[in-house]
Each structure stands twice: as C-alpha cells, then as structure tokens.
C-alpha cells in the first residue's frame, strides 16, 4: 500500500538551532516528492520538487534532499518566520498525490 | 496573480442543508482537485478533474458531487450535509494529472455543520 510517513510530528526549535524533518514513502517507481508549508488558516504553499535520488533543492534557510526511501527537509539557523507545518507528498500507484500528515514546527526567538 | 481562488472562506450549515464550494484558478491549469483536511488524517482527495469536461472519485467521494464548469472553475456541492462532513476543504490546480507536476492550493473553506 502506497504510504508517506512524517517525522516527528511537531518540533520545538530555539532561533538558530538547526534540524531536520522526516519523510519516508513506500511507492513502486518514484515519479516524484513534493515539500509545502502550510500556515495556520490558509493553504500549503509549494516549496520543492525532487525527481531523483541524490537530488537536493535550496530556498533560503531549507534544503530539501532525497534517498530511494526517504526525504530530508533541513532547516539551517531557522527564525521564527519559519513556524508552520511542512507537508511532503508523492503520487503512488494511481497517479495521485498521498499526503504526509506534516511535522508541526515551531521556532521561539 | 490571484493563483487558486476558494469561496466562500467560512460557512456553518445545519444537518441536510445543501451548498457548493466555489473554485477558480487563472494559471492555465488543466488539472483540478478538491481535497478535506482534518486533524491527524492530512490531505485526502474527494474529487478531481483531469481536464475540462472529465471528473472522478478520489480515495473519499461519499456524499460529495463535483462539477467542472469550464477549465477555469471546479465546484464542490454537498447536497445534504452531515456532521461528518466538518471539515477544512482545499481546492487545488495543476498542470496535469499524472502526478510529475505540484500542484498548487487555496487557502480553504471552513466547513462546520451542526
């Protein structure tokens, strides 16, 4: 059964005190993996796509890699600005998106 | 660039009433979705259009009907609502539907009924 599992559910982080958030799948043939940050009342927002293993992606303070099984979300030095829930998804077997339940972040100044 | 465009952004329904979730986007998107977020379960897809004039179930269709008016709009209409159906729906584009492009949401309707 195509799955997506997040990790950990939510993280409490200081200013400046880099982690990272975890994505595991289990699909036949990955065609893709999708990162969003979703903010409280409104949509996700599209951050990255990776298409193959090895392949990192970098905005700002994230970089987002990917392994045959899994996908790392890093967060260097995050600020508070950087508080939301960050979504991974990958279409399985169907061609659909299967949604991760999300890691909850929070950074305190 | 108003991007994917939901409304209305709250209603409160009673049990059995009726009402449709508007959706627009202005990307050129041929593919639409329309998903219900509620807590601990994620994203879970209600319907989808693969492209105008074509529209299918997705993993939870019950009690939901859907209809794509032009390539523009997607229409989400609960007929007779149900506690159950409490919810936070998202409506969402993208360029096709086989999976290989992201696809891009709005900000949601908060649903309650009662």
Known sequence: EDQVTQSPEALRLQEGESSSLNCSYTVSGLRGLFWYRQDPGK???FL???YSAGEEKEKERLKATLTKKESFLHITAPKPEDSATYLCAVPGNTDKLIF???TRLQVFP | NAGVTQTPKFQVLKTGQSM???CAQDMNHNSMYWYRQDPGM???LIYYSASEGTTDKGEVPNGYNVSR???REFSL????AAPSQTSVYFCASGQNSRGKQPQHFGDGTRLSIL
């Open chain 2, 20 to 22: 449709t979730l508007q």
């Open chain 2, 69 to 71: 008016l032009n390539k």
């Open chain 1, 100 to 102: 991760g339940t999300g």
């Open chain 1, 43 to 45: 949509g996700p927002e």
């Open chain 2, 77 to 80: 209409r609960l007929e007779s």
């Open chain 1, 48 to 50: 990255f796509t990776l």
């Open chain 2, 42 to 44: 994620g994203l879970r």
